[in-house]
Each structure stands twice: as C-alpha cells, then as structure tokens.
C-alpha cells in the first residue's frame, strides 16, 4: 500500500514572501501522479498542480511550483509571492497508474495547514 | 454545468439513525466516488464506482452502504449512524479511471455530527 506523509502540520509565512510544503511519499511503484490540492476555509477542494513521474520537469502552475525528486520520493509545493488568499489547508496526493488493486485510486496526506500573516 | 452536487451540506444525527448523502454530477463522469475527512488524518476513501452498476470498497467501508443506479447518482448509505461516523464528507467524480491525468472534481462536503 501507498503511503504519504506531510511532516509539517502548520506553517506559517509573510505575505509576499516564499513558503515550501513537504510531502514524501512511499511506493515500489514506479508509474504514478502526484498532486497537490488546497483546501480554503470554505472546504472546497481545489486542484492547485499535478506532476506525472515520468516527466522530469518540474510542474508549474503560476505562483505554485514543485520540487520533484523521484529517487528520493519527494514532492515538495513551493508558493512564491504568498497571498492572503493561499491560506487554506494544502494536501498532497498520489496516484499510482498500475492495473490491479487500488490503482487510479487518490492516496491523501494528512495536510497542511498554511495561514499567510498580513 | 454545476458540477458535482452534495446534498445536505450539515447533518445531525442520532445513533442508531440512518440517513443517505446524495451525491450528483452533470458531466458525464464514469468514476465517483466517496470520502472522509477527519482531523489530522487527510481524506480516505470510502466507496468508489467505475460505471453505473459497478461499486467497490475503498479504505475505510465499514458502516456504509452505496449504489450507482444512474451515471448521474452515486448516493452514500449510512445503516446505523455510530459517533465515530462523525466527519466530513466529499463526493468527488472523474471522467474515467484510468485516465489519471484528468481533473477529480469535489463536491463541497456534508459535516455530519452524529450524537
């Protein structure tokens, strides 16, 4: 089974300044997406970037970007130019692309909570 | 499009109740499915279906009931409301399920607090 792990339960970060959310993930699979999802107070759940391991670039989305390093199953969000409106809780996600069970199926962390201070 | 459409937005129950959450999407998705948010603990998945007729079990399917009648409904049946049913919960669809690279639409969540 697949496992994701967010070690920062609460960040906190300056408006316009930058802030990176960690995530790490666990799999011998070796097809899969990541993605990063923003959770604002109003418990809509929004799609902020995607990364399919295959590609080597970097995603980018924006202001939002990620540090993926395959090797080290590592998928880090960096938000740049913080706005007050980016505060929300941010979950990282996985999703492996194999045939059998559990496949195509979104694996969550446990979130983020980030809160931009004025 | 409204997109995806979860019916009641709060609930109280008492244990012991049943109730379903009613889940609806308009843009022809295959997939839905269903999950619970609890604190510290991200979303799990609780039930999922690839098509009308077809369920599966996710994660955390205990205590749950669902059916997928239409490709339109994917309704979330609660037969015994027990404390620990206390989360929230999101209905989410994807045109397919092996097209991972499509967006998960969200609906926006029930709060259920069972006493």
């Known amino acids: 089974a697949q496992t994701v792990t967010q070690s920062q339960p609460e960040m906190s970060v300056q408006e316009a300044e930058t802030v990176t959310l960690s995530c790490t993930y666990d799999?011998?699979?070796?097809?899969?997406?990541l993605f990063w999802y923003k959770q604002p107070p109003s418990r809509q759940m929004i799609l902020v970037i995607r990364?399919?391991?295959?590609?080597?670039q970097n995603a980018t989305e924006n202001r939002f970007s990620v540090n993926f390093q395959k090797a080290a199953k590592s998928f880090s969000l960096k938000i740049s130019d913080s706005q007050l409106g980016d505060t929300a809780m941010y979950f990282c996600?996985?999703?492996?692309?194999?045939?059998?069970?559990?496949?195509?199926?979104?694996?969550f962390g446990k979130g983020t909570k980030l809160s931009v201070i004025p | 499009n409204a997109g995806v459409t979860q019916t009641p937005k709060f609930q109280v129950l008492k244990t012991g109740q049943s109730m379903t959450l009613q889940c609806a999407q308009d843009m022809n998705h295959e997939y839905m499915s269903w999950y619970r948010q609890d604190p510290g603990m991200g979303l799990r998945l609780i039930h999922y279906?690839?098509?009308?007729?077809?369920?599966d079990q996710g994660e955390v399917p205990n205590g749950y009931n669902v059916s997928r009648s239409t490709t339109e409904d994917f309704p979330l049946r609660l037969l015994s409301a027990a404390p620990s049913q206390t989360s929230v919960y999101f209905c989410?669809?994807?045109?397919?399920?092996?097209?991972?690279?499509?967006?998960?639409?969200f609906g926006q969540g029930t709060r259920l607090t069972v006493v």
């Open positions: 996600a996985f999703m492996p692309t194999y045939s059998g069970a559990g496949s195509y199926q979104l694996t």
């Open positions: 279906s690839v098509g009308a007729g077809i369920t």
């Open positions: 990364q399919e391991a295959y590609k080597q």
């Open positions: 989410a669809s994807r045109l397919n399920r092996r097209v991972a690279n499509t967006e998960a639409f």
């Open positions: 799999t011998s699979e070796s097809n899969y997406y």
